[in-house]
């Protein structure tokens, strides 16, 4: 599947993989600070933003996209930064394709199954009364019982297109269907030995100590780091000191 995708800047070429029920907007602070010196390729995963709505999500599947969509803007090699699920769909594409990756930076996340809340999420979402009229205040309090953040429902809720006929822009009911994929991990055959580097926030537990065997185990190179008052959602919990990571981390990137 060719991806729907926001190209800005030019010079060696960067991609960026949202997380789960987010966009290519998501990184939309990051991609500007880096478009002064790289071309910047942020991509909507299938079902999520303006990329096409499909079954399948497993993530050999998401990796093949990104795939052909690099194929089709004719980027043969690039950096590729993955917040969580596209986190793991950026391990996935360094680990089936290495020779597509020039360096990894994978966001909040470890090649270990998980076990979260977004099923519920999903169901609350799909719950809601898209009636004429349904107003953003109304939507919101509907997620209200089993998202109780403010700030995580606001941004499930930039999902939902109002107007006459409120509907969803992402494909809700094939993300829910492929939540046991997306949570769970299927260890690609291979490593990459390539320059990465895993970043966590540091009042996440995402990335948990115990986990780095695993980590090791298919990206021997891997270093980490951790972004101060900062949890899952690092990079917007603290965009500056994200950013700061991600521009060392790609200092001396050339195609």
């Known amino acids: ?64 996209d990104v795939v052909e969509t690099l194929d089709a803007i004719g980027v043969a090699r690039a950096a590729v930064l993955g917040h969580s699920m596209g986190g793991k769909t950026a391990m996935t594409l360094a680990i ?36 004429p009229g349904l107003t953003r205040a109304e939507a919101e309090a509907a997620l209200a019982d089993t998202v109780p953040v403010p700030a995580v429902r606001t941004f499930l809720i930039q999902n939902l297109r109002f107007g006459a006929q409120p509907e969803w822009r992402i494909g809700l009911d094939e993300i829910a269907a492929a939540l046991p994929d997306l949570e769970g991990w299927e260890t690609p055959s291979g490593i990459w030995s390539g320059p990465t580097l895993f970043v966590s926030g540091a009042q996440s537990d995402y990335v948990l100590p115990e986990y780095r065997p695993a ?41």
């Open 1 to 64: 599947m060719r991806l729907n995708h926001i190209d800005t800047g030019s010079g060696p070429p960067v991609v960026l993989l949202h997380g789960l029920f987010g966009s290519a907007r998501n990184f939309g602070t990051v991609q500007r600070a880096l478009a002064a010196s790289f071309r910047v390729i942020a991509m909507d995963a299938r079902n999520h933003g303006g990329s096409p709505h499909a079954t399948g999500m497993r993530y050999a599947t998401l990796a093949a």
């Open 96 to 131: 089936m394709a290495p020779e597509r990756v020039g360096r990894l930076l994978v966001a909040d996340i470890a090649p270990v199954p998980y076990r979260h809340e977004n099923e519920s999420v999903a169901g609350a979402m799909r719950a809601i009364s898209l009636h």
């Open 215 to 255: 980590i090791r185990a298919r990206f021997p190179t891997a270093r980490f780091v951790s972004v101060k008052n900062a949890g899952h959602w690092l990079h917007a919990d603290n965009p500056a000191g994200f950013r700061s990571v991600v521009e060392a981390f790609l200092h001396d990137w050339t195609e």
